[in-house]
């Protein structure tokens, strides 16, 4: 009996998908929901099972082949031969591996690294235009490799390339004194993570900061559509997390409603099932405001950019101890960049301006947040 593999069903926002490799060839055995081939679209991999246990006959899809939900990628023959004994519609099984495409903190500069026995040694030439030129040539040949740019950094490329052209971006700075937000971890962290499984880090007061004054200013939360302005009666936090893939932005859903600790338990599932591939698209898809935290990998200060139709995104910062003044006095303190980029076009300077206030003054007096006040 013959069964076509096809392309499984994707979601509304996804058209196509790109083939990656094989692992099975044609004639090897197959076994039911073993994987065949890695699909790439634009925001995820997905892996394309086996749906029954067989030979794969044949391939009629090679790797870099553009395809579409439904199209045949491959025929096995199964060794049942009658037919009540293969299901109807074979069931398609799709696990998502990641989607690096949400808004990422600005990328570092490329290095290009090479083994010690591949560097080789340059002399001093005379410094005129023929040599100079020869030597330029000579130490470039077989150091250069061109590959095919993969079709989610494809998709990155054009989303970072359309927000910078359709969205008016501007950011705006400020610092915060994070030695209340300190002071009230280390009090409350262990109590906490005993009652609730989960240790308190950051991120909970920063949402909890962002829902508070996303309420005092709803045109931050809001968006265009066409000629239209759509304000949100809600709060979806999209939370950057770092995957070996790269970064993904699933959707902490009316994050105004979540307390700390279901913030911290979303967060941190998030964390660990972006590890293995198993969020969802849907968890990935939508969002009303971003939070990107590059003090991780140590930036100092950040312009985040925008993911559209988003009208904000708030950069998080490396805490680093600075000097500053209290009182007339110099003091010692744990201070953190915070930058606010937002669209323009809907957004005036003042209420940008003022959002970030409320942001640092809400984590610079955090037991507001805590009572909700």
Known sequence: MKI???????????????????????????????????????????????????????????????????????????????????PATPPQ????????????????????????????????????????????????????????????????????????HTAAILTTFNEVNMQPVNELRQRYKAEFEVRHGVKLGYMSFFVRAVCDALRQFPIINASIDGEDIVYHDYYDI????????????????????????????????FAARAQTGAISIDELTGGTFSITNGGVFGSLLSTPILNPPQSGILGMHKIQERPVAENGQVVIRPMMYLALSYDHRLIDGRDAVQFLVAVKAALETPERLLLDV
């Open 4 to 86: 076509e593999v096809k392309v499984p069903q994707l979601s509304e926002s996804i058209t196509s998908g790109t083939l990656l490799a094989w692992r099975k060839q044609a004639g090897e055995k197959v076994q039911r929901d073993e994987t065949l081939v890695d699909l790439e679209t634009d925001k995820v991999i997905l892996e394309v099972p086996a749906p029954a246990d067989g030979v794969l006959e044949s391939i009629t899809q090679a790797e870099g082949a553009t395809v579409k939900a439904g199209e045949t990628l491959a025929i096995i023959e199964t060794e049942t031969t009658t037919r009540s004994e293969i």
């Open 93 to 164: 099984t799709v696990k998502t591996i990641v989607q690096p495409v949400q808004p990422v903190p600005p990328a570092p500069p490329v290095e290009h690294s090479l083994p010690k026995s591949e560097v080789l040694p340059v002399k001093r030439l005379p410094d005129d235009g023929p040599h100079r030129q020869r030597l330029s040539v000579q130490s470039r040949e077989g150091r250069e490799t061109r590959t095919p740019m993969s079709r989610l950094r494809q998709r990155v490329a054009e989303r970072l390339v359309a927000a910078q």
């Open 238 to 269: 999209g939370i950057a997390v770092s995957t070996p893939r790269g970064l993904v932005v699933p959707i902490l859903r009316d994050a105004q409603r979540l307390s700390f600790a279901e913030i911290e338990k979303g967060i941190a599932d």
